[in-house]
C-alpha cells in the first residue's frame, strides 16, 4: 500500500470514528429524551392516581354520611312507629275491655 492508500484508509477511518461518535451521542440524547417522556408521564400518572384515591376516600366519607344520617332516621322512625303501635294496642286493649264489659253486663 502506499502513502495515498494510507491517507485515504485514516480520513475513512477517522470519518467512521466521527460518525460513530455523533450517532452515539445523538443516541443518548435521544435516550434522555425518551426518559424525560417516561418520567414526566409516570409523575402524571401517579398525580392522577392521587386524585383519584382522593375522590375516592371523599366519596366514601360521603357515603358514611349519608348511611349514618339514614341509620339515624330509620331509628327515629322506628321508634315513632312503636309508640305508635304501642298506643295502639292500648287503644285495642282498652276497646276490648269496654266490649267485654258491655257483653259481661248485658
Same mark, same amino acid.
Given at each position: ?47 392522577? %392516581? ?21 341509620? %339515624? ?15 295502639? %294496642? ?17
Amino acid at each position: 500500500m502506499n502513502i495515498d492508500q494510507w491517507i485515504q484508509f485514516g480520513i475513512l477511518l477517522s470519518g467512521f470514528l466521527v460518525l460513530y461518535f455523533m450517532l452515539r451521542k445523538d443516541n443518548r440524547k435521544s435516550n434522555e429524551e425518551s426518559f424525560e417522556k417516561i418520567l414526566e408521564n409516570t409523575i402524571t400518572d401517579l398525580k392522577e %392516581k392521587a386524585d383519584i384515591e382522593r375522590r375516592v376516600s371523599l366519596l366514601e366519607q360521603r357515603v358514611n354520611t349519608i348511611d349514618s344520617t339514614i341509620d %339515624k332516621t330509620l331509628c327515629d322512625m322506628k321508634s315513632d312507629l312503636q309508640r305508635e303501635l304501642d298506643e295502639i %294496642k292500648k287503644d285495642l286493649n282498652k276497646l276490648f275491655d269496654r266490649i267485654n264489659n258491655h257483653i259481661t253486663n248485658k
